[in-house]
């Protein structure tokens, strides 16, 4: 069915700088012992809830701004250079440079990459399938978003993989009332799934974020009932499922970071940061002009 080759390594670039006038994460000077995350309260206060929107609307603008550019020929290192240049130019910091050690601005996991990818000097090919996770850090606090977008043109397959993760991660939002298990997003997400026979991505999770990148409480993309923590107005997370065409065990390189499907299936992920509300959920990594 595919002739695609295997996902490479390529060379990753120097790391790009940002403007002393920018304020940093904490985890930027970390020393040993400090944590890079907190564990934030879940429930936030309006003010920062509303500081959230500023930098979820700057993570998704950004992340537009690189989709605009994925084709081929355009090396993912071009597109951490043009998300570094968005964000810093909107004041905000590009959150995963430096987290944990991640060298780049953003994440671009090529088609078998589940997650973490490092953009490199690998020009992207006609078909590939690119997703997109940029987090943005504005106001002391993070909107992380992701999306799945093609270079050229994709095979059938691959443009409905990523519709339905899309609709998957929706559905996944529009499942969220106070006073309702967590478990009912992951429940609503994997059951959708099945009905295409793709994988669904265990062991990387949504997550609370806010003053933090990663805090509680997980979001799990597949249904487990033992995750009973009860959704209240003011909880901020994400939503982000990967779904597989294939299986779901996966491998990572020896870069410490990219985690690849172990049979090369086609992965896509769609992610928004939301915030619960009192009758659903708003979601806080909408672009500039949808809302
Ligand atoms: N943005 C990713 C997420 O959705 C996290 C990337 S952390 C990194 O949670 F270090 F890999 F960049
Ligand atoms: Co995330
Ligand atoms: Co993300």
């Given at each position: 069915m595919t002739t695609r080759a295997p996902l490479r390594p390529g060379e990753i670039s120097q790391r790009r700088p940002v403007p002393a006038a920018i304020r940093r994460p904490h985890y930027l000077d970390a020393r040993p012992g400090v944590p890079a995350d907190y564990d934030d309260p879940m429930v936030k206060d309006a003010d920062t809830i509303a500081r959230m929107r500023v930098a979820g609307r700057i993570a998704a603008d950004a992340m537009q701004e690189v989709g605009r550019h994925v084709a081929p020929g355009v090396t993912t290192d071009d597109l951490d250079a043009i998300g570094h240049e968005f964000v810093v130019?909107?004041?905000?910091y590009p959150s995963t440079l430096g987290y944990?050690?991640?060298?780049?601005?953003?994440?671009?996991?090529?088609n078998e990459v589940i997650c973490h990818g490092i953009p490199d000097s690998?020009?992207?090919e006609d078909g590939d399938v690119v997703k997109v996770d940029i987090t943005a850090f504005a106001e002391g606090v993070h909107g992380d978003t992701c999306a799945t977008f093609f270079?050229?043109?994709p095979s059938d397959d691959a443009r409905m993989l990523s519709d339905r993760t899309r609709a998957a991660m929706l559905r996944g939002i529009a499942a969220i009332r106070p006073g309702r298990p967590v478990s009912v997003i992951g429940r609503v997400i994997e059951s959708y799934a099945r009905r295409f026979g793709y994988g669904v991505v265990r062991d990387y999770t949504g997550h609370g974020v806010g003053p933090s990148f990663h805090t509680k409480p997980t979001i799990l993309h597949y249904d487990e009932p033992r995750a009973t923590t009860v959704l209240e107005p003011g909880m901020t997370f994400t939503v982000e499922p990967m779904l597989t065409l294939g299986g779901i065990d996966w491998y990572g390189w020896d870069d410490d970071w990219t985690?690849?499907?172990?049979?090369?299936?086609?992965v896509a992920q769609w992610?928004?940061?939301v915030v619960v509300t009192d009758d659903g959920a708003e979601i806080l990594t909408a672009p500039s002009g949808t809302t």
């Open positions: 130019a909107a004041g905000a944990k050690g991640f060298p780049k601005s953003l994440c671009t996991s090529v690998r020009p992207l270079a050229g043109t985690i690849l499907t172990t049979d090369g299936s086609l992610e928004h940061t």
